[in-house]
């Protein structure tokens, strides 16, 4: 994969990016039993498509995602009702993401750093990306 802005092409302009790192979330989604049972951290990384010149033309919140709002939302969403697979829980994430009309694709990255691996290791982490129209293809 490409540094490159998603869902650029002809006629259309470079998308901007907004980063969003770090969103720890406490949850119970797992496979086994003990992982519903006791639950454990997630973390989410979020690099959303947007296009941000109304906004800086404006200076005006309402021209752009509220990123205080929807890491509010993206945790929520974490949090509740357990699953058994973080790939469910990323489409979960993404999603909520597209809700906004502003956002043109979301790449989400989540971390689940504690997973019950019997192996050294630092992290699990899946990486989605979804764009507007082909969210759960």
Known sequence: ?????IGTGAG???????SITGIEC????GVFDFEKREGQVFVVDLVLGIDTRAAA??????DTVNYGSLTMDVKAAVERDPVDLIETVAQRIA????????VEW??????KP????????????LTITRTRGNAHD
């Open 106 to 111: 979301a790449r989400v990255t989540l971390h």
């Open 1 to 5: 994969m490409t540094d490159e802005p």
């Open 26 to 29: 406490f949850a119970h989604h």
């Open 12 to 18: 259309r302009p470079p998308q901007d990016q907004l």
């Open 57 to 62: 033309a404006s200076d005006d919140l309402e």
């Open 114 to 125: 504690d997973a019950p691996i019997d192996a050294t290791y630092s992290d699990v982490a």
């Open 95 to 102: 999603d909520v993401c597209l809700l906004d009309p502003r």
